[in-house]
């Protein structure tokens, strides 16, 4: 009943920046806290930025500087700026929210995009 459709990777060169989206769509009452993860080939899965439905932020130190996470609650969608990219940030980016719906109306946090690549080449 509820989907998240991300958009925005691509290739770019060192130093480039990109602007990932992720909007949710269905049966959606509430949506809490949005977050961004990425997965590097053969790596762990890792956090790398969450905001809270009322905007509070958190990061991973290695994009601290240089990651802006945002939402729009209009439109059901988080975005992330990344700027000065660097090769170490070549992954599959997925998003996940935290989900009340229509029927529920209580909150799940297993709802996750489909992944959009970013690559970084050198």
């Known amino acids: 009943q509820v989907q998240l459709v991300e958009s925005g990777g691509g290739l770019v060169q060192a130093g480039g920046s990109l602007r990932l989206s992720c909007a949710a769509s269905g049966s959606i009452f509430r949506i809490g806290a949005m977050t961004w993860y990425r997965q590097a080939s053969g790596k762990q899965r890792e956090l790398v930025a969450v905001?809270?439905?009322?905007?509070?932020?958190n990061y991973a130190e290695s994009v601290k500087s240089r990651f802006t996470i945002s939402r729009d609650n209009a439109k059901n969608t988080v975005y992330l700026q990344m700027n000065s990219l660097n090769s170490e940030d070549t992954a599959v980016y997925y998003c996940?929210?935290?989900?009340?719906?229509?029927?529920?109306?209580?909150?799940?946090?297993?709802?996750w995009g489909q992944g959009t690549q970013v690559t970084v080449s050198s």
């Open positions: 996940n929210a935290v989900i009340a719906t229509t029927q529920t109306l209580h909150f799940r946090s297993d709802y």
């Open positions: 905001i809270l439905s009322g905007g509070s932020t």
